[in-house]
């Protein structure tokens, strides 16, 4: 009888701790992090390009809108506006960390209430913008324990660009521009991203004006006028109403790349992103260059 008893109060006390051990497991993974948070598309584009957990992103309907791919898989939080973020959504999604950009410096102090705050840099008047993608992406994959992660997509991108230099027949020089509104245009140079990467494919950029940090000089459409010899490229999306506008304006309809059919529309690509976007933009300029040759 004793042993009886004895053997029921071990079961008992052995139920008791498996069950005490699945309850620690399930309270530390209902309060474990869910990964880092951003609130620059930057980051978001190049973590999920390393495949780094990403559980909260700002604006994901305006990434999908001028950022395009990676897409954002469905289970990563919505923060509300990169300048304004939900603040309770970050507290409930506990990350280890939020990244932002330097545009972004004045939430600090607030979101430091949430989670430790880092800060990375790229775009910077008068850098070496391709040295400066890589650079981000490996000290973010360092960062966040994707060293080879990084590596890799460094090197990706590098074998991408050459690829593509291989097969394109040289064109002539491209203005690269997105509209503000029906009269204005960002026109990309120095500093930025497209530049960079026309630097890589060894296209030459009709734009050599002085440009401010992020490498665009916004401009009357009139400006374009003085570029009769280069091909336009024009990078979506348009504001509302520009596409109509376009089409009744005597000034844009004679510009020479408009009027002989020469003129190219890019599917959106961050002008201000980093190695994910560059791979982007060179395989849409590649393939829309090699249609226009063939028209």
């Known amino acids: 009888m004793i042993h009886y008893f004895r053997d029921i109060v071990l079961r008992t006390l052995a139920g008791l701790s498996a069950f005490a051990l699945a309850y620690t497991v399930l309270m530390s993974s209902a309060f474990a992090s869910s990964g880092w948070a951003t609130l620059d598309w930057t980051l978001a584009e190049t973590l999920m390009a390393m495949d780094a957990p990403l559980g909260g992103v700002a604006q994901i309907d305006a990434y999908h809108a001028w950022v395009g791919e990676p897409q954002i898989p469905e289970s990563v939080v919505d923060l509300g506006l990169r300048a304004q973020p939900n603040l309770e959504l970050l507290a409930d999604l506990s990350p280890d960390a939020i990244f932002i950009s330097p545009m972004f410096h004045r939430l600090t102090s607030r979101l430091e209430r949430i989670a430790p705050v880092e800060t990375f840099s790229l775009y910077q008047a008068d850098s070496d913008t391709w040295q400066a993608m890589q650079h981000l992406t490996r000290t973010l994959g360092e960062r966040v324990g994707r060293q080879q992660e990084a590596e890799n997509l460094i090197t990706d991108t590098a074998t991408l660009l050459r690829s593509l230099q291989s097969r394109l027949s040289a064109p002539g020089p491209l203005l690269i521009v997105q509209f503000m509104d029906d009269r204005h245009v960002r026109v990309f140079g120095k500093n930025g991203l497209y530049d960079a990467v026309l630097e890589q494919l060894g296209i030459a950029n009709a734009w050599q004006e002085a440009t401010n940090a992020w490498g665009f000089s916004l401009v009357g459409i009139e400006t374009l006028i003085d570029y009769p010899e ?66």
């Open 230 to 295: 280069a091909q336009l490229v024009v990078i979506e999306p348009l504001p509302v109403g520009v596409q109509a506008a376009l089409e009744d304006s005597g000034l844009w309809q004679h510009l020479p790349s408009v009027q002989n059919g020469h003129a190219i529309t890019l599917p959106p690509v961050w002008s201000f992103g980093g190695l994910p976007s560059a791979q982007r933009f060179a395989r849409s300029l590649a393939t829309a260059l090699e249609a226009s040759h063939d028209r």
